[in-house]
C-alpha cells in the first residue's frame, strides 16, 4: 500500500497546519518582537515532538481498524523515522541560520519573526517537491537511484566541508539582491520593508530573509530525496516532513546558544546521508528494513552527539 493519504486526511492535516501558524502569528507573539528564552523554545520543542508522536499513535489506531495491523504498523514506523531524520538534518539549518543572523548582527528579539515567515516559506517550498517528487517517483522509479547518487556525493561533500565556514558576501543571491533592490544602510528593527521620502525600501532584515529561505530550499533537496529512501507513500514524507519544519524555529533557539558544543554533529549527518543514499543504490540486491534504518540512523546521530559534548566538556 503505497498511498494512504484521503483527500479527507489530507484536508485535516493542512488546515491543522494552517491553524498553528495563525496561532503562532497572531496570538502566541508572532508579531511581537521579543526574545525567545530556552525556556520558551524547550516547551515549544516539546509540544511539536509531542504533537508528531500524538498524530503517528492516531494515524496508526485509524489504519489498524481501515486496513489492518501490519500496515498500521509498517507506515507508523515509516512515519516515526522520516521524521526523526528529517529532525536532524535540521540541525544543520540551525548552524547556517546562526551564521547568517550573526553575519548580519541581527538582534535575538528579531530573530523570532524572520524564522516564522522562513518556516511559512519552507512549508510552501516542500509541499511543490515533494508532490512533484512523489509523482516523479511514482512514474519513473528509477529516479529513486538518482536520489542516491545524489545522497551519497552530498554526504561524501559535507564529510569534506564540515570544518569550512561559507562566505556570505560571496553568496550570488545576496549579490544579486543587492545590486537590483534599494537597501538601507541601516535597520529598522523587525521591519523588511520602509518608507523613505515617499520611496520603498528594503531593511538589511529583508536580505536576512531572503539568505533564510534559499536556505530552506537547499536543504530541502538534501533531505526529501532522504525520506524517499525510507517510503514513497506521499502522504507520510509530507506529514514527517511538515512537522519536523514546524519544530525547526524552536530547535533553533533552543540550541542558539549551545551550538558550538555540537560541531561534530555535522559528521553524523553526512554520514546519514551517505548511509541513505547508498540503501538506495542497494535496494535491488539487497532491502534494508526500515527498523534497521531507523537503528543506524539513530546510533549515527546519538554517536556524534555523545562525542561532540565529550570533546567540548569543560567549555564555557
Known sequence: MNDIGEPWMWGVFIAFVLVML???????????????SVREAAAWSFAWLSLALLFNGLLWWYLKGTVGEAVADAKALE?????????SLSVDNVFVFLLIFGAFHVAPEYQR????YG??????????????????????????????????VT??????????????????VLKFARRHLRITAEGHGEKFRVMKDG???????????ILIEVTDLVFAVDSIPAIFAITTDPFIVFTSNIFAIMGLRALY????????????????????????????????????????SLAVVAVLIGASVVASLISTRGRK
Open 113 to 116: 519573526r524572520v524564522l516564522v
Open 22 to 36: 495563525a496561532l503562532d502569528l497572531f496570538v502566541f507573539g508572532g508579531r511581537k518582537a521579543h526574545r525567545v
Open 119 to 152: 518556516v511559512l516559506g519552507a512549508i510552501i517550498m516542500r509541499a511543490v517537491m515533494i508532490l512533484a517528487g512523489a509523482w516523479v517517483v511514482r512514474e519513473f522509479s528509477w529516479v529513486l537511484y538518482l536520489f542516491g547518487v545524489f545522497l551519497v
Open 199 to 209: 520611496v520603498s525600501w528594503f531593511t538589511p532584515l529583508f536580505l536576512v530573509l
Open 79 to 87: 512515519f516515526f523515522t522520516g521524521y526523526l531524520i528529517e529532525k
Open 253 to 292: 533557539f533552543l540550541l542558539a546558544d549551545v551550538a558550538d558544543r555540537f560541531h561534530l554533529l555535522k559528521y553524523g549527518l553526512a554520514m546519514v546521508l551517505t548511509f541513505i543514499g547508498s540503501k538506495m543504490l542497494i535496494a535491488p540486491w539487497y532491502h534494508i528494513p526500515v527498523q534497521a
Open 155 to 172: 554526504g561524501l561533500r559535507m564529510l569534506v566541508m564540515a570544518e569550512q565556514t561559507p562566505d556570505l558576501e560571496q553568496n550570488p
